[in-house]
T-cell receptor, first 114, second 115 residues
Framework: AQSVTQPDIHITVSEGASLELRCNYS??????LFWYVQSPGQGLQLLLK??????LVQGIKGFEAEFKRSQSSFNLRKPSVHWSDAAEYFC????????????FGTGTKLQVIP | DTGVSQDPRHKITKRGQNVTFRCDPISEHNRLYWYRQTLGQGPEFLTYFQNEAQLEKSRLLSDRFSAERPKGSFSTLEIQRTEQGDSAMYLC?????????????FGQGTRLTVV
């Protein structure tokens, strides 16, 4: 069964600093990979996705993620964090052979300090 | 297109009561999913519809839970005899099936509180 691990429950960064959120997945082949963001009390917004091709994917709001097959990782990065980026971030893995049901990690809550 | 819409946004109910939530997916999407999210956790898959057919149900979906999508458009999720452990955010998502590559779009969720 597919699974996702987000080892960092909570991260605090200063505004303007760089950010990297870690994600490791378990899947038998190359999965579909996603990063979603959730603001308090809100639904999930897709930041970016990886299906195939270039392993560095660009998303919305200046985020990017790199798929590393050898490490089973799909870490999310942003070069300069803004206060509005404070939210919870979820990595997710989907089954290419199925109907795109996704399995989510437990999330990383990002706090941005001035 | 206004995206995936869920109603109500919030529901407070007494233990033992029945509740029903509605999800309106993006109009051209034939795939619809329900997820449940408890505090501090990621969303967990509950059930999946392709058109009007319910093709998968998670073991999380006890006998008290039932979901329908009668005409392949909107969907309802009903919880009978609610328990305090049912308190959670219930998220609906939809996706299309043009080719194999697509992603799910989520609604804003229905937050259920059972008192």
């Amino acid at each position: 069964a597919q699974s996702v691990t987000q080892p960092d429950i909570h991260i605090t960064v200063s505004e303007g600093a760089s950010l990297e959120l870690r994600c490791n997945y378990s899947y038998g082949a190359t999965p579909y990979l996603f990063w979603y963001v959730q603001s308090p009390g809100q639904g999930l917004q897709l930041l970016l996705k990886y299906f195939s091709g270039d392993t560095l994917v660009q998303g919305i709001k200046g985020f990017e993620a790199e798929f590393k097959r050898s490490q089973s990782s799909f870490n999310l990065r942003k070069p300069s964090v803004h206060w509005s980026d404070a939210a919870e971030y979820f990595c997710a893995v989907g089954d290419p052979g199925g109907y795109q049901k996704v399995t989510f990690g437990t999330g990383t809550k990002l706090q941005v300090i001035p | 297109d206004t995206g995936v819409s869920q109603d109500p946004r919030h529901k407070i109910t007494k233990r033992g009561q029945n509740v029903t939530f509605r999800c309106d997916p993006i109009s051209e999407h034939n795939r619809l999913y329900w997820y449940r999210q408890t505090l501090g956790q990621g969303p967990e898959f509950l059930t999946y519809f392709q058109n009007e057919a319910q093709l998968e149900k998670s073991r999380l979906l006890s006998d008290r839970f039932s979901a329908e999508r009668p005409k392949g458009s909107f969907s309802t999720l009903e919880i009978q005899r609610t328990e305090q452990g049912d308190s959670a955010m219930y998220l609906c998502a939809s996706s299309g099936n043009r080719g194999l590559v697509t992603e799910a779009f989520f609604g804003q969720g229905t937050r259920l509180t059972v008192v």
